[in-house]
């Protein structure tokens, strides 16, 4: 198919929402401001540098290149990533913080490795759809490859503890498994097995039953566990309609946890009200239609699963974090993209839709609607 330009308006839903987040995320961050100046300069410094100024030339970089060449070394890629991941356990090299290793640090650099797992996975798995095709719909080829793979990266991020970007990940794995033609029934039987697994986690680890008790009776233990969740529906609800205003939270100076991090959309909620909220949900809409508008449009099969586990990725991220601050599905660690503090995950996302915006270069276009 010959090559075209990428898609505008994929391109200005990332524009949009790459404006909003930095907005956001400014305002979020004069709580830290208040706190102390080197702490703000940190964060700020590891948002715009490493993650909005590389992640947007890593986008612009990965949107020239070919996709197909993506699939050749999609192994290798899913491999390096796994070493990578298992690496945050290497004295000296790992980094631990809040009982979780889930960094390395290079010189004052430091990396979340989940972060490149969660493109290598989907890469690769896009790459073993389109090499068995219809038989994806089998257990041998289809269903049985996949929970290797699952349990491959279960095995990397439950040791971290890491359960929110497994969970995630299983999430994007089976929209992919799904639009690529296997069994429902599958599905069902995998929901099962992660309720199980799940249940066994929650014996095991007490901050993962904590969590499930906290979102069954949110009004308890208001000073411990149910403290962020309560905080932050009190900013979301403080907002009101329009919100305070630019910079005019007040649950982000000494109420909310992570007000830069996962807690962000209720600092948005609170200063730009139900509207800026509403409004910020249809950002993340819009890029979802427009990307697996791409997908639909995609003859190779390799790319329209490309393009379907990306853009999953990128918004369960999105509605898991939303969903959590508003109390609809147990609190997660899950940052919001494009918006919560974290450089390498800014830096990953950005290539994450350098690589959709790449294949949105091959799709079917109609000649009159589109040009």
């Known amino acids: 198919m010959k090559k075209l330009s990428v898609d505008k308006y994929f391109l200005l839903s990332i524009i949009i929402l790459v404006i909003a987040g930095f907005i956001i995320f400014s305002s979020a961050s004069l709580g830290l401001l208040a706190k102390g100046g ?16 590389f992640g947007t030339i890593g986008a612009i970089i990965v949107s020239r290149i070919d996709y197909k060449k993506w699939r050749k070394y999609s192994f290798y890629l899913f491999i390096l990533s796994v070493i990578a991941t298992l690496l945050v356990f290497v004295p000296g090299l790992g980094l631990e913080f809040g009982g979780a290793s889930r960094w390395i640090k290079i010189a004052s650099f430091t990396f ?21 095709k219809n ?28 359960t929110d970007t497994f969970a995630v990940i299983i999430a994007a794995g089976m929209a992919m498994f799904l639009a690529g033609g296997g069994k429902i029934r599958y599905l069902f039987l995998l929901v099962l097995v992660s309720i199980l697994g799940l249940l066994i986690i929650a014996s095991a680890r007490p901050y993962v039953k904590q969590r499930l008790t906290t ?3 949110p009004t308890e233990n208001s000073l411990s566990s149910s403290y962020q969740i309560q905080q932050s529906l ?6 009101g309609i329009n919100g305070r205003g630019f910079g005019q939270s007040i649950q982000k100076f000494n109420f909310l946890p992570e007000p830069i991090g996962d807690s962000i959309f209720a600092v948005a909620s609170e200063e730009f009200g139900f509207m800026g909220g509403v409004t910020l949900i249809s950002f993340f809409l819009f890029f979802t239609i427009r990307g697996l508008k791409i997908a639909v449009r995609i003859d190779d099969l390799f790319g329209r699963m490309l393009v379907v586990g990306l853009v999953m990725l990128i918004v369960t991220q999105a509605f898991v974090n939303i969903g959590a601050m508003l109390g609809v599905i147990p609190l997660t660690g899950i940052p919001l993209p494009f918006i919560s503090h974290g450089g390498s995950a800014l830096l990953m996302v950005m290539i994450e839709v350098g690589i959709i915006l790449n294949v949105s ?5 109609s000649p009159i609607s589109e040009s």
């Not at 038989?135 to 040791?159: A, D, E, H, Q, R």
């Open 38 to 53: 080197e702490l703000y300069s940190s964060a700020a410094f590891s948002q715009t540098f490493f993650g909005l100024f």
């Open 112 to 132: 979340q490795t989940s972060e490149l797992l969660k493109v290598a996975f989907i890469i690769y798995f896009s790459a073993w759809i389109a090499a068995v």
């Open 135 to 162: 038989k994806i719909s089998t257990f041998k080829y289809g269903f049985l490859p996949f929970l290797i793979l699952l349990s491959v990266v279960g095995v990397s991020l439950l040791l971290q503890p890491d």
């Open 215 to 217: 979102f069954l009776n």
């Open 234 to 239: 009190i900013a979301i609800g403080s907002g």
């Open 361 to 365: 270069r091959y799709q079917k276009r």
